[in-house]
């Protein structure tokens, strides 16, 4: 049973416009969401995070936003730049419980000059 | 110097051999990780320790063993490979006294593991 879910394994933006990636999750235990992003041949790297007494967090131009009776997160990146082509993993996790991150398959970015 | 080190980057072996792939970390965090990934499936958990005597399975832990041998060594051992092991296997380090105050992971470059 795949408690975090990214629905969409690829998509593709022009540059300069935004990307929204987005990410569902099933455990309402969960409380603190974080986004990833791979390079190929890298280790994922942490980009954002955000706690569930909020419903926005930005950084530069990545915002994530949270929707906590939706069950449901997206990234917004804008503008985009070619450099933004990367997998996007979505993570979730219960603080004080078994604090284990709990990732989504992953959304492919590609975005175009 | 890279935080998050694992050896050997590549690795073929042929099934039924025994392989170890290794992570050390640079960051002094207690909790390390073992995940692997494959195509379409994301990461998922092998393996967590919260500290040197804390062995944890994860998700899918059944083919693998562990051993922490220090605070900074975290090593995965597959006894008898076998070709559905192939796949790209990520260490990650995390601090709970992490500033943001939770488990933001760190991941090493990664292994690509081919079993044949």
């Known amino acids: 049973d795949q408690q975090v879910k990214q629905n969409s394994p690829s998509l593709s933006v022009q540059e300069g416009r935004i990307s929204i990636l987005n990410c569902d999750y099933t455990n309402s235990m969960f409380d603190y969401f974080l986004w990833y992003k791979k390079y190929p041949a890298e280790g994922p790297t942490f980009l954002i995070s955000?706690?569930?007494?909020?419903d926005k967090n930005e950084d530069g131009r990545f915002t994530v936003f949270l929707n906590k009776s939706a069950k449901h997160l997206s990234l917004h990146i804008v503008p985009s730049q070619p450099g933004d082509s990367a997998v996007y993993f979505c993570a979730a996790l219960t603080q004080g419980g078994s604090e284990k991150l709990v990732f989504g398959k992953g959304t492919k970015l590609t975005v175009n000059p | 110097d890279a935080d998050v080190t694992q050896t050997p980057r590549n690795r073929i072996t042929k099934t039924g051999k025994r392989i170890m792939l290794e992570c050390s970390q640079t960051k002094g965090h207690d909790r390390m990780y073992w995940y692997r990934q494959d195509p379409g499936l994301g990461l998922r958990l092998i393996y967590y320790?919260?500290?040197?005597?804390?062995?944890n399975k994860g998700e899918i832990s059944d083919g693998y063993s562990v051993s922490r041998q220090a605070q900074a060594k975290f090593s995965l051992s597959l006894e008898s490979a076998i070709p559905n092991q192939t796949a790209l296997y990520f260490c990650?380090?995390?601090?709970?006294?992490?500033?943001?105050?939770?488990?933001?992971?760190?991941f090493g470059p990664g292994t690509r593991l081919t079993v044949l």
């Open positions: 990650a380090t995390s601090d709970l006294r992490d500033r943001r105050g939770t488990d933001t992971q760190y």
């Open positions: 955000i706690s569930s007494i909020k």
């Open positions: 320790s919260f500290d040197v005597k804390d062995i």
